[in-house]
């Protein structure tokens, strides 16, 4: 059974030492998240925020229990206006609740304020392949792989394909009316 959950938009104040102890790496929890295995200080993270809401480009949500728990974000964008498409991005960053499938419900309301709200025609973005829980949670909220990218990764000397998902918007993409609802 997935938690039940609530996203809504993250105010700067949402930023404390609870929202920034998700982005600290001490158990390999962020290995997938990023690429480039930078770290996140307060300053990167808040500068981010502040960017995003004064351009309109990307913006951030916080994923919350029903009971009022913080349990991670997702974030839209960066939005490009021109060809409305949009990467999404979620993290579960309170451990307590992985593998509950707050991941795949997140995504998939973050789909239609995507859709909804900004006019996004269309989703993307990519992971490592061996991050099989994000490939699970992304293809459980409507979306489906679109390709793999050989070897995109290196990492320890070892390359990893990027398997790339996609979801889209049916209003603009009428065919493509089972993407993007959770599964």
Not at 11 to 17: A, G
Not at 55 to 73: A, C, H, P, Q, T
Not at 113 to 138: C, P, T
Not at 153 to 170: H, K, M, T
């Amino acid at each position: 059974m997935t938690q039940e959950i609530l996203l809504r938009p993250l105010q700067e104040s949402d930023i404390d030492d609870e929202y920034l102890s998700w982005f600290k790496n001490e158990d390999g929890h962020l290995d997938y998240f990023t690429g480039s295995g930078r770290v996140f200080t307060r300053e990167m993270i808040i500068e981010d925020f502040r960017k995003g809401a004064s351009e309109k480009r990307w913006f951030y949500y916080l994923i919350e229990s029903d009971s009022g728990d913080k349990i991670g974000n997702v974030k839209i964008g960066p939005i490009d206006t021109v060809n409305k498409t949009s990467d999404l991005v979620c993290l579960v960053g309170n451990r307590d609740f992985l593998g509950k499938g707050v991941a795949s419900k997140a995504i998939a309301m973050a789909n239609k304020i995507a859709f909804e709200k900004y006019d996004i025609r269309r989703l993307q973005g990519g992971m490592f392949e061996g991050n099989v829980g994000s490939i699970k949670a992304y293809t459980r909220a409507g979306w489906f792989i679109e390709a793999r990218m050989k070897g995109f990764y290196w990492i320890n000397g070892v390359s990893e394909d990027r398997v790339c998902v996609a979801c889209l918007n049916p209003r603009y993409f009428p065919d493509a009316v089972e993407c993007c609802e959770e599964k």
